[in-house]
């Protein structure tokens, strides 16, 4: 198909550029809708963005507060763990007395009475059992009842002496026993 252009060539130069300038008012109509949109993008990034370290800013600034708070704990506890080292060290190195108490009330005979024990940690020093019985047969079983127990060695009769008790009016046989602990055992 031909086509024959009736317009005169001055009209025909504004049509032309006419149609050239709707062609760029739309380029440029595009191009400004782009750029809102981008703005658009942008604006609600920021805002996207403002609004999530907001909320991390007030999670941290949560945590730290708890940090705070459980700093002291830490501090306390480790006081306490340096208190517990403490009353445990002590409580190893003490000395019970009562198992060797208790090992002489079992080795004490009926008619044995005890007046005085001496009981020495340090285990190279002896201690001294005195006291007084009906008859030396008494002495005897205490002191074969201590040599068996756990916690005494070397149990000997140091010294035994006849009385009359002032109360009874009975002969008794006053005696003196020394022993050893056995190292280690009281602990």
Do not use: C, H
């Not at 086509?3 to 595009?30: C, D, F, M, V, W």
């Not at 907001?54 to 208190?83: H, M, N, P, W």
């Not at 005494?152 to 026993?177: A, C, G, R, W």
């Amino acid at each position: 198909m031909s086509s024959i252009n009736l317009l005169p060539t001055e009209l025909k130069g504004q049509y032309e550029s006419s149609k050239q300038n709707r062609a760029l008012l739309g380029y440029l109509i595009n191009i400004v809708i782009l750029v809102f949109i981008f703005l658009g993008i942008l604006v609600a990034s920021k805002y996207y963005l403002d609004s999530k370290l907001a909320s991390v800013t007030k999670e941290v600034q949560k945590k730290e507060q708890s940090i705070s708070k459980y700093g002291s704990l830490e501090k306390d506890a480790q006081k306490l763990e340096s208190r517990l080292q403490s009353a445990k060290k002590v409580l190893d190195n003490k000395i019970y007395f009562s198992k060797a108490l208790d090992d002489v009330w079992k080795a004490t005979p009926p008619k044995l009475y005890i007046l005085t024990i001496v009981l020495e940690k340090d285990s190279s020093s002896r201690g001294k059992i005195t006291g007084s019985a009906e008859n030396k047969t008494e002495i005897a079983s205490f002191i074969d009842a201590l040599n068996k127990s756990s916690i005494f060695q070397y149990v000997d009769l140091e010294s035994s002496t006849v009385s009359v008790d002032p109360v009874s009016k009975k002969s008794m046989e006053n005696f003196i026993v020394s022993y050893s602990l056995k190292q280690g055992e009281l602990k």
